[in-house]
C-alpha cells in the first residue's frame, strides 16, 4: 500500500517553507518569503498542486504566532494579535484546508519542532521532552507521555520570570509585557541591548555567556522541576554559540542540587540538556510530524 503524503507548512514571519511527501526522507521542499496572507497562502497551495503525487491525507502548519489553536473557536486556525503588517487575523488552515480538502493540524512553530525533534530528531528515545528556542523570542514546546502539551492555549516559556538580580544585572528587560521574564532578559535582542552589540559578535570569554547560561540554566531548572522532562533541547539563533552547552551543564547541576534523583541528570547532564539534531529542516519537519498526527 503507498504511504500517506503529507502536505507541511513552516509559516515564519519572514519566510515559509513547504513541504510534500510521506516522511522526512522523501519530502520534497520549497521556500518563498512571507508577503501578504493571500499571496503567500497562494503560492504555498501552488507548490502543493504542481507536485501533487495523489491525494494528500492531511496538511500540518507549524506558525509563527501568536495563533489560535482552540479547535472549537472561530477564530481557530488564525495568526492573531500579531503586529506584523498585513497578518494580524490572518486565516491560515481555513484556505489551506479548503483548498486541499484534507484536515489540518495546525500549532505553533515551537510546538512543531518539539514534536519533529521527539519524532525523528534528538528525543527520539525518550517519551517526555522540552524543546526551547532562545532567538528572536524565546519560546518551548513540551512533549508529555508522547503527547505534546496543550493546557488552556499553548505554554509560553519564553515569559516565565527567572529571578534577576539587578544589582548584578541593572539591565531591565525588552519584554514588552514584562520586562524582565526569561525572554526580557535572555533573548538575542535582550542580549544586543544590553551588550550594545549582537551576540554573534561576542567573544566566547565574553560575561555575556556566563549570565546567558545564568538565566537559562535557571529556566530549565524550573522546567525540570514542573514538567519533569527526560531531555531538554535547546535551539535557535542565540544556541550556535554551542560553549552555552558546557556552562548550562554545570550551571543546572548546581541548581538542582541532587535533588532530581535521576542518573540521566546526576550522571549524564550531557545528554540531558543537548543541541536540536534537525538543523534548518526543523520547522518544515515540525509541520510534517504535525500533519502525521491527523491520521492517529
Ligand atoms: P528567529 O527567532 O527570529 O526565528 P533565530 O532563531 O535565528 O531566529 O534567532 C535570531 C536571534 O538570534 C537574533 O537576536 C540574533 O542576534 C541571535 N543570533 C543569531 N546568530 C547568533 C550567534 N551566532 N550567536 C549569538 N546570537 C545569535
Ligand atoms: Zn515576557
Redesign the pocket.
Known sequence: MPRAIYAAIEA???KFVCGLGSGPEDLETTQFPTTTPAETIARALEFFSSCARGPIAAAGIASFGPVELHRDSPGWGRITTTPKAGWRDADLAGPVGMALGAPVVFDTDVNGAALAEHRWGAARDVDDCVYL?????IGGGAICDGRLLHGLLHPEMGHIRVPHDRVADPFPGVCPFHGDCLEGLA???A??ARWGC???D?PAGHPAWELEARYLSLAVANLACTLSPARFIL????M??RHLFDLLHQYTLALLNGYIASARITDRIHEYIVPPALGSRAGVLGALALAETAAG
Not at 133 to 137: F, S, V, Y
Not at 235 to 238: E, I
Request: aromatic share 0%.
Open positions: 515564519g514571519g519572514t528556542t532562545i532567538g528572536t523570542g533573548s538575542g535582542p542580549i544586543q549582537r551576540g554573534a561576542l535551539g535557535g539563533g542565540v550556535a554559540q
